[in-house]
């Protein structure tokens, strides 16, 4: 998914008073300020209760429901370049949050309440984005990918961060 896309992505988002967070490669890539591969995706992290919202409001970019496994996740797509993988949490009372079945072995993956303070930009537009600490433990608990190895080093050689062992 080009950077323009992205920042189209996040504007419609924001006008629909859908709040959210950039995870994956995108985070990754707008924590770092600067574009460092090609995604074939968005990872987007919203509120579920924001769902029916999102849908709604990027439907008029083109985006359908491609994949829908809710509560989980749930794709939208609108056609070559153009997939949005979003990544539902419930909030609790506190600001922590987590993604239900998420994790290996379908455990909820937990998403600290200090991961969303995460700021970074692509194509020079301010956006937020998950932590370096937390996209770094949401990279561990399984076998990592080239892209994967990728994203952790970059994060750990930038923002100090212990490289995880599965990386090493």
Not at 7 to 18: G, M, Y
Not at 72 to 81: E, H, I, K, M, Y
Not at 86 to 108: C, I, R, S, Y
Not at 116 to 131: E, K, Q, Y
């Amino acid at each position: 998914m080009p950077p323009e896309e992205v920042v189209r992505v996040l504007d419609i988002l924001h006008l629909a008073s859908v709040q959210s967070w950039l995870d994956g490669g995108w985070g990754v890539d707008a924590l770092l300020g600067e574009q460092t591969r090609d995604h074939s995706d968005l990872d987007v992290v919203i509120d579920l209760d924001d769902s029916e919202g999102a849908i709604s409001a990027l439907s008029g970019l083109g985006y359908a429901v491609d994949e829908d496994l809710r509560p989980t996740r749930f794709v939208l797509s609108a056609g070559a370049n153009r997939k949005i993988d979003f990544h539902p949490v419930v909030f609790d009372e506190t600001g922590n949050a987590l993604q239900k079945g998420a994790m290996p072995g379908g455990g909820d993956a937990p998403y600290p309440a200090r991961g969303f303070a995460g700021h970074g930009s692509i194509a020079d537009r301010p956006v937020n984005c998950l932590t370096p600490a937390l996209l770094v433990l949401h990279h561990t608990g399984y076998a990592p990918q080239d892209k994967d190895r990728h994203n952790v080093r970059l994060l750990c050689e930038r923002f100090g961060i212990e490289l995880p062992p599965a990386y090493r």
